[in-house]
């Protein structure tokens, strides 16, 4: 079934065919410059410079004004072809959304394109034009991970799937959630932590990472690394009389401590070209660290601004999730 990415693009396809293009007046024949593009080929260069640099691009400071003046004249065309234009980015990510909240493709593209139409109207005036593309783009991510979470929110979910759901996993950006236990219904605080801790290992064994696992256990059960929860912290777990509470740790610790900013921006779910903006304008939402000619991203301040908790587990759990999952 066509969704409303395809209709769009579709339209678009109908008015303009293969006849050429022009975004400086709307007729090649009143146009000053001789040399058009047919809309394929238009739609592909907007594309491209759209994830590069729409801010810096006169393409699409260009495509925005065509819009307001079609606006104007109570037409939608120009509107259209701007969500054409933008539209193959939102596809991979109303894609990964669909699939990892479990909720219908067509309610979160439909969502994406109500909320960059919003934005397209509310920023008729007192925008500049070369703003209004990236925050289209933006509002269509927020809005997705709206109907993504507004759905997810109706059963319970540990801290595991949250982590999951925005695959924040540094190790492997392809990892997903294999679990052997259904956490939903279960309300005693001391097996919810024990099966917290097996998901984890039976996740990271399921994916051929149990090498991680082992290595980090060994160093924690040696001595030569400590666990990272603080020993008031421990004191507060329902179990934390068991086996040797220094085996406490959290997730995060089984990750790099920072990632690149391209596998952030994903995370995110914006552009790596908008990050590198917004770290040049400073309005990144957290510090970027340096490194090179690139950035750093700490994975810990990346689960915070994702409002992502970062799960406690024990070793001994752990171990007993990967035992599970490998058929031991």
Known sequence: MPDVFDRI?????????????CVHVGDVQECDIKRHPTYSKFREAAISSGVRSAATSRQWESMIAMGRLCDLDGG???RLVILDCIIPCF??????????FQVERE???????????????STATGVSPRQVRDRMVKAAFDAAFRVGNATSSEWPMDDVDMLNQTEIFALDPTLKMS???????IRDTD??????GERVGALFQTQGHSTVIKEFHAALRSGTRSGSVGQARISRLSRSWISDPNLYYYVSDLYPSFIGLREAASVMGIAESAAH???RAGQFPFPA?????GYKISVKALMHFKDIPDAIVHADDVDNGALHAGGE
Request: hydrophobic share 50%; no cysteine.
């Open 277 to 279: 903006r917004l770290i």
């Open 91 to 100: 596809r991979s990510l109303s894609v990964r959304v669909s699939r990892d």
């Open 9 to 21: 693009e579709w339209k678009v396809r109908e008015i303009f065919g293969e006849e050429l293009v």
């Open 76 to 78: 939608d065309t120009w």
């Open 107 to 121: 309610e979160v593209r439909s969502a994406m394109v109500a909320a960059a139409l919003e934005v397209w109207v």
């Open 179 to 185: 679990s052997i236990i259904d956490l939903g219904g």
């Open 191 to 196: 097996v919810l932590e024990q099966l917290r």
């Open 289 to 293: 660290a340096r490194s090179g000619r």
